[in-house]
């Protein structure tokens, strides 16, 4: 980790970094308002994050990490870009949503590249399963949006027939859907091409 990603964990961190607790999260006072609230997971440095939140003020962003340099990058852009609209939370996804994310609380959700784990043995470890799809389903609200990336063959097959057993999804695309109009820059671990 950086000199700059330290000092930002050092003094934004108090500041935008949630503890972890296991207690549903009230949404307005944890951003001082009242908008729509999407989840990121696995922010990475956090590019597409700060990019995101800048190009939509009116909503609010909680990412989710356990990278720490991951934290200390994103803090620094929320510093440098001034955003007021974007808080983390360093811990285990799957505990944030289980214990902090109440029911049908969410606008909307990300999972950009998330870990392929491309060894056949290790598939059981991949983020998007079964019982994760139906609890992040279940933080949803009607009509909300989740928008998962990969660039990995596989894991999208995979990611596509999970999300379409979810009863509380449906999908808005004939099979997978197109690379949004206006994508947030390219992280390191998005090698697609585009069309």
Known sequence: ??????R???ELGPIYVLPYAEQSLQMSE???RVA???LE???GMGHATAEIAAAHPDVDFL???VHEAGVGALLRRIGDERLTNVRIIAHDAVEVLHNMIGPASLAGAHIFFPDPWHKKRHHKRRLIQPPFAQ????????????HCATDWQDYAHQMLQVLNACPLLANTADGYAPRPAAPPRRTRFDTTQMA
Not at 1 to 6: E, K, L
């Open 8 to 10: 930002a964990l050092a």
């Open 30 to 32: 944890v951003f001082g």
């Open 1 to 6: 980790m950086g000199t700059g990603q330290q």
């Open 63 to 65: 990412g989710v990490e």
């Open 36 to 38: 729509p609230v999407v």
């Open 41 to 43: 997971i696995g922010f």
């Open 135 to 146: 609890l992040l389903a279940s933080r949803l609200q009607p009509g909300a949006r989740l």
